[in-house]
């Protein structure tokens, strides 16, 4: 299961151990969760171009063996983003754990 919106969040969490590409990404994403998220490369790349654009985080380029790899650091504003969606998905899932009648 994909949760609507999730991809960015989670995008930002990788990003926030180190700076990886967007296969990287993909895989650490899939490796992490057990298998049970799996999202493409084509839907990863352009959620990287949009938190590019809302300077979340930045490109930089690094050679590796002989290939350009576009590597994506976060930014101060991304690691404060980070912060923020990391508290709201805290308050999310509490609600619906309580709702679920499960103990939180």
């Known amino acids: 299961m994909n949760m609507k919106g999730s991809l960015p ?3 930002l969490h990788i ?4 700076p990886a590409h967007g296969y990287g990404i993909a895989k ?4 992490r969760s057990g298998g049970n998220l799996a ?6 790349y ?8 809302q300077g979340l985080i930045f ?3 690094e050679e590796v063996r002989g290939r350009t790899r576009r590597y994506y650091p976060l ?9 923020k969606e990391h508290a709201e998905w805290q308050q999310f ?3 619906i754990s309580r709702i679920l009648g499960e103990s939180a």
Do not use: V
């Open 9 to 11: 969040f989670l995008i």
């Open 15 to 18: 990003l926030s151990l180190k």
């Open 28 to 31: 650490e994403i899939k490796r």
């Open 39 to 44: 999202f493409a490369e084509g839907t990863i």
């Open 46 to 53: 352009p959620t990287l171009h949009d938190l590019e654009k």
């Open 59 to 61: 490109a930089s380029e």
């Open 75 to 83: 930014t101060s504003d991304g690691q404060q983003a980070l912060a």
């Open 93 to 95: 899932s509490l609600g």
